[in-house]
Each structure stands twice: as C-alpha cells, then as structure tokens.
Nanobody
C-alpha cells in the first residue's frame, strides 16, 4: 500500500558525511513511525534509528548514537538519516521502513509493514 523510495547512498571516505532520504507515497505520512535499518555483507538486517509519527521522539542503535541523526519533513513525506563521522563498519545497504500506529517494538524489523528497496552506502578507509 505504501511505497518507500530511498536515495542519497554512495561512496564516502572514513570520517565523511552522507545524508539519506526516504520518500513515502502515502498521504497519511504524519501518522507513521519511520525507521532505518541496514544490512552489511554476510550480516542480518540491523536496526539503526527510528522516529515517532510526530517526530518529537527519536531512538538510535548504540553503534550509531552520536553520529547519526534521524529527522522528518511531513510536508514532503520524507524521512532523513544524516550520517556523520562515517566508519568502514557502516558500509551496508540502508533500508527505510514504516508502520502506522503505536510507538512500540520499533527496533524490530518484523514490526514494520512497508520497506524501501535500499540504497548502498560504502565507506572507504
């Protein structure tokens, strides 16, 4: 029902920055919890960050806390992931995800109903 499209991935050097965007097709974007996940080579999909539907509460995985920032612009149906001080271990395919409703279990991939196709982020050393 809801289509999500990520953009902004690419190649960056260690210590550099990158900003990912995810645009949703729904006209009820403000009612969705939005999350970012990533999957590195040979790894399981890993939780990165999430934002409540009102955008006033955010949450981050310990591995990215202090370096990544999630934000949203409801007028543009877009959620962002600002990634600073990137490290080689951040290399992964990054996925945008969404679910409508309550703010709970947002760190679990199986909680999300809609997923984008992913965008590749590669950090060179």
């Amino acid at each position: 029902q809801v289509q999500l499209v990520e953009s902004g991935g690419g190649l960056v050097q260690t210590g550099g920055s990158l900003r990912l965007s995810c645009t949703a097709s729904t006209r009820a974007f403000s009612g969705y919890t939005m999350g970012w996940f990533r999957q590195g080579p040979g790894q399981e999909r890993q939780y990165v960050a999430a934002s409540t539907s009102n955008g006033r509460t955010t949450d981050y995985a310990d591995s990215v806390k202090g370096r990544f920032t999630i934000s949203r612009d409801d007028a543009k149906n877009t959620v962002y992931l600002q990634m600073n001080n990137l490290k080689p271990e951040d290399t992964a395919v990054y996925y945008c995800a969404a679910f409508f409703g309550a703010w709970n279990n947002f760190y679990r991939a199986d909680r999300y109903d809609y997923w984008g196709q992913g965008t590749q982020v590669t950090v060179s050393s």
